[in-house]
């Protein structure tokens, strides 16, 4: 069974659409992020909530928005999608919010075209 | 100054040999400290852990902490070519709030 898992794997789309990216976990963990990995390999800590609290919100821009229906679930709706957002979006999970240790989704590659 | 840095590489070593991977960073009340390694086109794994200063071992995988220097290091024996990948070192800052990845040491061990 996959431990988190991320939905869609490849997301191509148009500038200024709106689409989402799902995320859930069977782990049982209490906290769950969002990560932005661009073209460079540098990741970045978007967001991350714990059992349904917003615990972290980076410098995101505000067309950026994660919802957590529950503990197992975070998504990630994007507003009006611009070239800059191309990257690829990880989700992650943890026991509690210390990041330790942390299992991957295996990643949505979004590409704006 | 970057907050947690490393040499993007490409870093090459013959198989058999030891790889030396190196970050440093810039928050010098940061606690803890980790290694995950990263295959093309996958997800980060988390590989080793470290909080105290000094070594610590896991199988052909050492890290080394020294706080006073704000450097970590990963030390791979054995050189595999599946060891070949992207390593990323990643902190916890003082606040304990958000973690800092690094860019990234591109990894190649070589027959």
């Known amino acids: 069974d996959t431990a988190v898992s991320q939905t869609p794997k490849y997301l191509v789309t148009q500038m200024g659409n709106d689409k989402s990216i799902k995320c859930e976990q069977n782990l049982g963990h209490d906290t769950m992020y969002w990560y932005k990995q661009d073209s460079k390999k540098f990741l970045k800590i978007m967001f991350s909530y714990n059992n349904k609290e917003l615990i972290i919100n980076e410098t995101v821009p505000n067309r950026f928005s994660p919802k957590s229906p529950d503990k197992a679930h975070l998504n990630l709706h994007i507003n009006s999608l611009e070239l800059g957002d191309s990257a690829v979006y990880f989700c992650?999970?943890?026991?509690?919010?210390?990041?330790?240790?942390?299992?991957f989704g295996d990643g949505t590659r979004l590409s704006i075209l | 100054q970057k907050e947690v840095e490393q040499n993007s590489g490409p870093l090459s070593v013959p198989e058999g040999a030891i790889a030396s991977l190196n970050c440093t960073y810039s928050?010098?009340?940061?606690?803890?400290f980790f290694w995950y390694r990263q295959y093309s086109g996958k997800s980060p794994e988390l590989i080793m852990s470290?909080?105290?200063?000094g070594d610590k071992e896991d199988g052909r995988f050492t890290a080394q902490l020294n706080k006073a220097s704000q450097y970590v290091s990963l030390l791979i024996r054995d050189s595999q070519p599946s060891d070949s990948a992207t390593y990323l070192c990643a902190v916890i800052g003082s606040s304990a709030s958000k973690i800092i990845f690094g860019s990234g040491t591109r990894l190649s061990i070589r027959p």
């Open positions: 928050d010098r009340g940061s606690q803890s």
């Open positions: 470290i909080y105290s200063n």
């Open positions: 992650a999970s943890s026991q509690d919010g210390t990041f330790e240790p942390q299992h």
